[in-house]
């Protein structure tokens, strides 16, 4: 399973708390060994204040219940430190935690740093050490507290770096605690500033995007609407811009995406399109399935691919989700792409062939005949082909379908209607130009 990891390549774009969700999944899947995932843990929070839990993990590597004296040092130091930050940010913290002068504050940002000076003297000094506790607090694992501060910081921040730096730790603190709907606003609100915010290089935006579309994959793969999310955001001219510059390895994620999506079937087309451009720096089972599938027609190379897609989904800490259902444990969307990339084999190889073997067909499918011939007949029923199976010959005959003349012409023509108006106000207005200039 370790060649399918992706954990190399997504960690680089997100904060050292998120990537301890990734190194969980890795332990309990076992994909290495718990050494090499304890010691990654260790060297992640050497950058962190949570001393009490590097602790915890170096007494589980090394066996024992002595730690090293710079971790006690270390220690002294963080509690000596948050007792300082707290003290500095108090007057403001305790204003905020009465509801009745909060009340007071005002959408006016200039408004309340003066009304907050005149009558509680707290000035920009609090503000500030309301910023440097929360971030500390969110450095000891404290997200539900970090994340509330960084709201009200937000409030009253006048600069917007900082204030985009506060957003960024809510967002993260969200997805910590898994508030999915309050990270999506929080993503979206991110987009928007990143989006119409001028960057001093357009490196710097490209790299904002690039975060953003990794801290993106905690809520979309978790979030009932996220599927459609993750579509239209990474389908969007800019990001995907940014994928095939910064990030090719997200195409699994926006393949897997596509595949269980039924409702976005049309995208389809285009993202094949960049699979094939980006064959070259990046490609796993997932790309490669739809590849062997659309564009090679390769149904032995497909169902291969299938099969490893199968490992690669269970090994993936986004996509690999379990749930569990009456005392049994199921992967959601395991289920889901391989029930999708099935329709997908059987449609494309309907397409080509007019009478097919069960037998043959459900060996493609990676299904044995008894399952794959009553998989076939709820398909017939459901999506209502024009196909009949004949048992005793043990074949699926597909209708013919002629094109509909018509609706190919309605098709083609449905836009002409818009397109000449767009011409005509075009024509209509250059004319009006040039009498005006011939006028004056």
Same mark, same amino acid.
């Given at each position: ?6 954990t190399?390549?997504?960690? !680089?774009?997100l ?5 301890? !969700? ?16 304890? /010691? ?27 730690? !090293?004296?710079?971790?006690?040092? %270390? %220690? ?6 948050? /007792? ?14 009465n509801p ?8 006016? @940002? ?13 000035g920009?000094?609090?503000?500030? &050490? ?16 970090? =994340? ?8 009253l921040?006048?600069?917007?770096? %900082?204030?985009?730096? &506060? ?26 500033i990143?989006? =119409? ?6 490196l ?19 979030h ?77 190379? &497909? ?9 690669? +989904?269970? =090994?993936?800490?986004?996509?690999? @989700? ?19 990339? %099935? ?14 073997d ?26 209502r082909?024009?196909? /009949?199976?004949?048992? /005793? ?15 190919? +012409? ?11 108006? &767009? ?7 250059t =004319? ?9």
């Amino acid at each position: 399973m370790a060649q399918f990891d992706l954990t190399a390549s997504v960690s !680089p774009f997100l904060d050292r708390h998120l990537v301890f !969700p990734l190194l969980e999944f890795l332990q309990d899947k076992q994909i290495y060994s718990d050494d090499q995932i304890l /010691k990654a843990k260790i060297e992640l929070l050497a950058k962190t204040n949570m001393v009490d839990y590097a602790m915890d993990i170096h007494k589980s590597l090394y066996h024992t219940e002595d730690v !090293p004296q710079d971790m006690v040092d %270390r %220690r002294v130091e963080v509690v000596g430190r948050l /007792k300082v930050l707290e003290e500095s940010a108090a007057p403001l913290i305790s204003f905020l935690q009465n509801p009745a002068l909060v009340q007071e504050l005002r959408s006016d @940002k200039q408004f309340n740093l003066q009304m907050l000076q005149e009558r509680y003297q707290i000035g920009s000094e609090q503000i500030e &050490a309301l910023y440097q506790y929360a971030k500390f607090q969110f450095e000891c694992g404290n997200y539900s507290g970090a =994340s509330d501060y960084l709201y009200q910081y937000r409030t009253l921040c006048t600069n917007s770096d %900082r204030s985009i730096s &506060a957003l960024w730790g809510k967002l993260a603190c969200e997805i910590l605690m898994q508030n999915w709907d309050v990270a999506t606003e929080e993503l979206n609100r991110l987009k928007e500033i990143i989006d =119409s915010k001028n960057f001093a290089s357009p490196l710097n935006q490209l790299q904002q995007r690039t975060w953003l579309m990794h801290w993106s994959l905690f809520i979309f793969f978790n979030h009932d609407n996220g599927r459609n999310g993750i579509i239209d955001l990474f389908f969007s001219e800019r990001y995907l811009n940014a994928i095939q510059t910064n990030a090719h390895h997200l195409l699994r994620y926006l393949a897997t995406a596509a595949i269980v999506n039924k409702r976005r079937r049309n995208m389809l087309k285009e993202l094949i399109k960049v699979i094939q451009q980006e064959r070259y720096t990046y490609s796993d089972p997932v790309t490669e399935f739809l590849e062997c599938l659309y564009v090679n027609y390769d149904f032995e190379g &497909a169902q291969q691919k299938l099969r490893e897609c199968e490992e690669l +989904i269970v =090994s993936d800490f986004f996509l690999g @989700k379990q749930s569990s259902e009456n005392g049994f444990v199921t992967i959601p969307l395991r289920d889901e792409f391989m029930e999708n990339a %099935r329709l997908f084999i059987f449609e494309t190889y309907c397409r080509i062939h007019q009478c097919i073997d069960i037998g043959m067909l459900s060996q493609k499918l990676n299904m044995n005949y008894d399952d794959a011939e009553r998989w076939i007949v709820n398909l017939i029923r459901n999506a209502r082909l024009d196909a /009949k199976i004949d048992s /005793k010959m043990g074949t699926v005959v597909m209708g013919t379908q002629h094109p509909n003349v018509y609706e190919q +012409i309605i098709e083609k023509t449905k836009v002409l209607g818009q397109r000449s108006y &767009a011409l005509t106000t075009n024509v209509v207005m250059t =004319s009006a130009a040039v009498t005006a200039s011939q006028v004056r």
